[in-house]
């Protein structure tokens, strides 16, 4: 069974400092990852898509890298703003489409 | 483009009575619908897709007598959570796939409160 975790739980920094989001996976056989944002009481907006066979993607702000063979994927979203405040979720999926979440990092960003 | 609606956004009801709970894809096709349930400060789990015109697939340790799913259109999806116990309270999520079945789209959730 595919286990997504994330670390850290959650994490509070000064406006425009980088933040790093990590996420890890158990089972290396993926289709793809994503990471998504949540707002509080919300559902879920997509940030990136990685495909199983690229290495990274770009999207403004946001960078995701990804590493399957070590089950490793990170996101980093440059000069933060407190606009990035919200929960990040990591998910990756299989060949069958069904995806598997973290749990999230919770990101504060202080004015 | 690619818009998943829910309704209701949240609902409160009685321990004992069933509540139903839609998904509807606004501007395209939705061939493969899923459900989640999301409980506070834990990651989204996957509770059953559903493919229209058949039966729903549920996960491992989902009742499916007691999560009801329907999915007789390519734009509508109904999840019906009966008999209804405050253990069953959640934030529920649906998402839909049209042509490319990679990218799933989210609606934006429901709050269920069972009281």
């Known amino acids: 069974k595919q286990e997504v975790t994330q670390i850290p739980a959650a994490l509070s920094v000064p406006e425009g400092e980088n933040l790093v989001l990590n996420c890890s996976f158990t089972?290396?056989?993926?289709?793809?990852l994503q990471w998504f944002r949540q707002d509080p009481g919300k559902g879920l907006t997509s940030l990136l898509l990685?495909?199983?066979?690229?290495r990274e993607q770009t999207s403004g702000r946001l960078n995701a890298s990804l590493d399957k063979s070590s089950g490793r994927s990170t996101l980093y979203i440059a000069a933060s703003q407190p606009g990035d405040s919200a929960t990040y979720l990591c998910?990756?999926?299989?060949?069958?489409?069904?995806?598997?979440f973290g749990a999230g990092t919770t990101v504060t960003v202080r004015a | 483009g690619a818009v998943v609606s829910q309704h209701p956004s949240r609902v409160i009801c009685k321990s004992g009575t069933s509540v139903k709970i839609e998904c509807r894809s606004l501007?395209?096709?939705?061939?493969?619908m899923f459900w989640y349930r999301q409980f506070p400060k834990q990651s989204l789990m996957l509770m059953a897709t559903?493919?229209?015109?058949?039966?729903?697939?549920?996960e491992q340790g989902v009742e499916k007598d007691k999560f009801l799913i329907n999915h007789a259109s390519l734009t509508l999806s109904t999840l019906t959570v009966t008999s209804a116990h405050p253990e069953d309270s959640s934030f529920y999520i649906c998402?839909?796939?049209?042509?490319?079945?990679?990218?799933?789209?989210f609606g934006p959730g429901t709050r269920l409160t069972v009281t």
């Open positions: 998402s839909a796939t049209g042509g490319r079945v990679y990218e799933q789209y």
């Open positions: 089972d290396s056989a993926i289709y793809n």
């Open positions: 990685i495909q199983s066979s690229q």
């Open positions: 998910a990756v999926s299989r060949n069958d489409y069904k995806l598997s």
């Open positions: 501007d395209f096709q939705a061939t493969t």
């Open positions: 559903s493919n229209e015109g058949s039966k729903a697939t549920y």
